[in-house]
């Protein structure tokens, strides 16, 4: 069995300021994280490999030389490989350049050595669009398979897997052949606390670093700046919303309560045409 | 798998254990640090000013090696707050311009993973996010290595030294100390990280350029007159402030620290320095107030005590970090010969607190052995004298068309009403008292 996840590092938005635990101050320079829902995915493979018992787990990252760190903590997971994907070429990429680089990266590990299962975090906690994973799969051309909760069955031989996922209504239950790409929620396996042994090991364990040109040579139009045609016009929270009115049918009466909406979405409507007044709180 | 073995184990990442892990892994020892932080430093806070000398001891070249300093201590002192008014003590030389400088203020979530990292190039293991969570020992009672909270994780070595901070939970179970600090000999700080852009910094406190800054310890109503003490520190761009007091004051006023500290960010004469500045990180942080005649004892079979477990606090200078690194290195030296001998026991790892009672630390503790007991003994020293002076100082500088024999006569009369001559005398000599050891 060969799984490969991808990890991202990200900074520690929590954005809690006192660690809960201690009374003690976060850190300024907030300190940077696995992507939390990357550390489950690599739990999910690493009790992958033990139930089909034995293979191999390989994490990738597409990151600045820093993120050898995190790729450190998912050896401690419990990961046999770690590869870096580091070069100033790849900087300011977008979910487009990034899942080129990622899916590239993955076509040469599999040409390695062939790959059963990709997994992926459901979401990057700063990036948050749950693009990369999506635009890996197409790419690799493989089934993709979101928001999942658990591996039901993994079957090697009859290549095939059944996946749960969530969805708004419920939980589907899907078959798949492999290889699968599968980007997970937190549910899929609860990350363990690794044994100390692990941590001794990873922390004399170096990365392998690939750059934009050795051992793949990545296309230089579609890395980096180059090859990321998205532009953020404007990142910002979205105002939180106040709970709202209810109006009740016990307590007005049908038409009335009719009467009463049809007012609010008038208003609200009007509010939409004329932005500038603001009257609407 | 088999039995993790070291040469030397450290608990603890702050400045006790990295000062201790370097001095044995520069002397060839296996050396792991077990560091319960997510990086060493992450769980750590100070005041902020850190003193050099110690750090040259251990690490000769550590100007070369870059460390993260904000802003060298070119101006130091004191201010005396009553509700309104100030009276400021400030020293500014030009002898504090040479770099290295003597002092340097310092944010722990930088510098103390550069310490570490100058260990672990050293050679020395760092292993975090794991907490020691007791000390193994044989059948006779002799340390034989720790317990970690993660599987499979049992780490032995035939010494280990306790760099565990204030909460002494190993010290204790070592048997070197026998109970918890008692509140009125531990002090609870607060402090907030302000930012502020370095211009604007250095225009508020007349400072020329990135390499001045200022150190201020705060006294008086920043406590509202009990014992304790306030900061204020300029880093590169921001502003450290805290304060203060004896745990046991907290508890017996039902004062709670973040409204004190609020309080003193607001006053009047604080307030203009802060303005417009942005609180990015606050916390609390507790010092132990062991005093010399508390201290926990060293060493034991196969254990040494470094640091803040042990004490090693100067509250009166607020120094901590020096004291840690001095004693840290001293440890690591004392296991180094241990090893040499392949002698571990209480009795030859003693030499530890013999190289101290030669060094600064044990030195300055006994001096100020009295101190704490002092300011216990007197909580109204603070409040009345710093409220006095600044009283003095306004009829002193105010012209009322008043003889200023008068105005002698009514400032030896105010202090009069507010403490009897045998009052301050008392309250002199305890203070002597306090300072000679
Ligand atoms: C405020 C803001 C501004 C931005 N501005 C720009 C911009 O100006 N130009 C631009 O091109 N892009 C910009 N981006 C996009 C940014 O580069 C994306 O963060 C990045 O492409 C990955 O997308 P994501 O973080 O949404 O990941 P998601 O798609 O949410 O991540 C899902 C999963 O994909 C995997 N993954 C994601 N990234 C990596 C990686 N690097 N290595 C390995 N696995 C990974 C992880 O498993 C992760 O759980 C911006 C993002 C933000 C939040
Ligand atoms: C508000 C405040 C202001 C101060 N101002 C100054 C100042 O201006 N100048 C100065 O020199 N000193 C100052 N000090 C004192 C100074 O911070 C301490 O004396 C110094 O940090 C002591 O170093 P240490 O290594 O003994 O302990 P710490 O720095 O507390 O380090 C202990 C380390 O051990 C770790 N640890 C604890 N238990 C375990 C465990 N069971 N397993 C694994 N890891 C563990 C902790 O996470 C921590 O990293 C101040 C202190 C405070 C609180």
Known sequence: MHAVVAIKQVPDTSNVRIDPETGTLIREGVPAIVNPYDLHAVEAAVQLKERVGGGQVTVITMGPPKAAEALIECIEQGADRAILISDRKFGGADTLATSYVLARAIETINAELPVDIILFGKQAIDGDTAQVGPGVATRLNIPLITYAIAIEEFDLEARTAIVHRRVEQGIEVLQTSLPVLLTVEKEIAPVRHAPLPRLIAAARYQPEVWSATAPVVFDPQQIGLKGSPTVVGKAFTPEQRSGGEVISVADLGLNAVVARALAVIEQAHVRNLQPETGVVS | ?437
């Open chain 2, 1 to 437: 798998m088999g039995m993790l073995t070291f040469d030397a184990i450290v608990v603890g990442a702050g400045p006790a254990g990295v000062a201790a892990a370097l001095t044995m892994a520069r002397g060839g020892l296996k050396v792991i640090i077990i560091e319960r932080g997510r990086f060493a430093g992450a769980k750590n806070l100070f005041g902020g000013v850190f003193y050099t000398h110690a750090l040259a001891d251990v690490l000769p070249d550590y100007w070369e090696r870059k460390p993260p300093f904000e802003r060298p201590v070119t101006e130091q002192g004191y201010w005396m707050l009553s509700p309104d008014s100030v009276i400021r003590v400030m020293h500014k030389s030009e002898r504090y311009r040479k770099e290295p400088a003597d002092a340097y203020t310092v944010l722990r979530a930088r510098f103390d993973p550069w310490f570490a990292e100058q260990a672990v190039e050293a050679g020395a293991l760092l292993i975090t996010r794991t907490t020691v969570t007791r000390l193994l020992k044989d059948e006779r009672g002799r340390v034989i290595g720790v317990d970690t909270d993660r599987p499979e994780g049992s780490v032995y070595a035939p010494v280990v030294i306790i760099a565990e901070g204030v909460n002494n939970l190993l010290t204790r179970q070592a048997g070197l100390i026998a109970s918890d600090l008692p509140p009125t000999h531990v002090a609870l700080a607060v402090k907030e990280y302000v930012n502020l852009p370095a211009k604007e910094l250095q225009a508020r406190f007349g400072l020329s350029g990135p390499r001045e800054g200022v150190a201020i310890d705060v006294f008086g109503d920043v406590t509202l007159g009990l014992p304790g003490t306030g900061f204020i520190y300029t880093n590169q761009s921001g502003i450290s402030i805290g304060v203060g007091m004896l745990l046991s004051e907290f508890i017996t006023h039902r004062l709670r620290p973040y409204e004190v500290l609020e309080r003193f960010k607001n006053h009047p004469v604080v307030r203009p320095y802060l303005e417009g500045g942005e609180v990015r990180e606050y916390g609390a942080h507790l010092i132990p107030e062991t005093g010399y005649d508390r201290m926990p004892k060293l060493a034991g079979d196969g254990v040494m005590v470094a640091g803040d477990a042990a004490g090693m606090v100067d509250a009166l200078h607020r120094e901590g970090t020096n004291l840690a690194i001095t004693a840290g290195k001293a440890a690591g030296e004392t296991a180094l010969a241990a090893h040499q001998q392949g002698d571990f026991s209480a009795a030859f790892l003693s030499r530890y607190r013999r190289t101290l009672e030669d060094s600064f630390v044990l030195k300055d503790m006994k001096q100020y052995r009295r101190m704490t007991d002092f300011l216990e003994s007197s909580p109204h020293f603070m409040g009345t004298y710093v409220n006095l002076l600044n009283e003095a100082a306004l009829r002193y500088f105010t012209a009322h068309g008043i003889p200023k024999r008068e105005m002698e006569h009514d400032i030896i009369k105010m202090v009069r009403e507010r403490r009897s001559f045998t009052g301050v005398a008392w309250d002199m000599l305890k203070l002597m008292r306090a300072m000679r050891g």
